[in-house]
DNA sequence: TATTGTTATACTCTATAACTATA
DNA sequence: TATAGTTATAGAGTATAACAATA
C-alpha cells in the first residue's frame, strides 16, 4: 500500500508523492535527457529521431525502412516523413531489393552528418553518465532494459 | 568516442547501436511504463497526468493549479483542460483564495477515485518495481534523480 | 495471404502569445 | 511589475484505416 500523505509542503513546493514511482521518475527523466538531445543535436537539423535512424542505418547498411521502424518502436506510416527529410537532405540513398522493399544506406556526403551526430549523442551521454561510476551506469542501463522487457516490447 | 559498428544484424532484428545509450534506453522504458500505466487506469477513465494530479491535490490540499503545474512541469495553459475535466467530473472543488487564486481539494465524492488510483499506480508499480531487489530499486530511483538534477529542472 | 511503402487523417501533448483581473 | 487563470492556436508525435504493388 501507498500511505497516504498529509506533510504539508515545504517553501520550495509541493510535496510531491509521486516522486518514489519507478514511472513518474522514468518519465521525467527522459524528458530532461530528450531536451538535452534535442539542444545537442539542434546545430544539425535533425531531432533526435532522425539521428536515431541515421546511426541505426549506419550500423545496419541494406536495411528497410520497416526494419528500422520494427527497431525504434516508430509505425511505417510515420517512418515516411522521417526518412523522405534524410533523403531529401541527401544524407540517406535507397536501392530497390526487390520491387517492394528499398535498401538503406548513407551516402557518401552523409558520412560527415553521421560523424557529427555520433560526437553531440557522444558528448551529450557524457554529461549524464559522468554522474555515474561505472558500474552504477552499468545497473542503471541493465536496470532500463530489465524494465523494457516486463512487457512485450511496443510496437 | 563511439565506435563505428559493421558487425551483421541477427535474424531477430537489427544491430542497435543506441542499446548503449542511457537517454535511449531511458525513453523506451518510460515509454513501456506509461502505455502499462495507461492500460491499469483505464477503467477509471483517467489518463496517467489526471492521475498524478489527482494524487499531488489530495498530498497538498489547498494547493493552486499553479503550484500543480510547477510540480509536474506542466505549462499553465495546458492545466486548464486537465482541471476542467477533473472539475466536470466532481472528483475535483475549488476554493477562492483571493481573487486571482483557487484553493485546490478532492471531493467527498472523488476520496474513492483516488483510493482506486492509488491502489491500481501501486499495482503497476509492483509489476516493475518487483523486478528488482530493494537496493538495486533505490539505486535506479536515486540514479533516474540524479540525471533530473542534472540540467536545471524543466518548466 | 502477408508485407512494403504510401496517403490521408485524427487525436493527444506540448508550446507560445495574448488577454483579464488581481496582487 | 509579477502572478493566476484563461483563450486560441500552432506544432510535434503518434494512431488507424485504407490502398497499390509485390512476395
Not at 515545504?10 to 518519465?27: F, I, M, S, T
Not at 536495411?63 to 510515420?78: F, H, M, V, W, Y
Not at 553521421?114 to 558528448?123: E, G, K, L, S, Y
Amino acid at each position: 500500500m501507498i500511505a497516504p500523505q498529509t506533510a504539508p509542503a515545504g517553501p520550495a513546493g509541493l510535496h510531491n508523492p509521486l516522486d518514489a514511482l519507478l514511472g513518474y521518475q522514468l518519465r521525467r527523466a527522459s524528458t530532461v535527457m530528450m531536451a538535452h538531445l534535442g539542444a545537442a543535436l539542434a546545430e544539425t537539423g535533425l531531432t533526435p529521431t532522425e539521428a536515431s535512424i541515421l546511426l541505426l542505418i549506419d550500423a545496419n547498411p541494406a536495411c528497410t525502412q520497416s526494419d528500422l521502424g520494427r527497431a525504434l518502436a516508430i509505425k511505417r506510416a510515420n517512418m515516411v516523413p522521417l526518412m523522405s527529410g534524410l533523403l531529401k537532405r541527401g544524407a540517406v540513398e535507397r536501392a530497390p531489393v526487390d520491387g517492394r522493399s528499398q535498401a538503406l544506406s548513407i551516402t557518401a556526403n552523409g558520412q560527415a552528418l553521421v560523424a557529427d551526430v555520433r560526437n553531440r549523442i557522444h558528448r551529450h551521454e557524457q554529461c549524464f553518465q559522468g554522474q555515474f561510476d561505472a558500474k552504477a551506469l552499468d545497473a542503471m542501463i541493465a536496470g532500463l532494459q530489465l524494465i523494457r522487457a516486463t512487457v512485450q516490447d511496443e510496437a
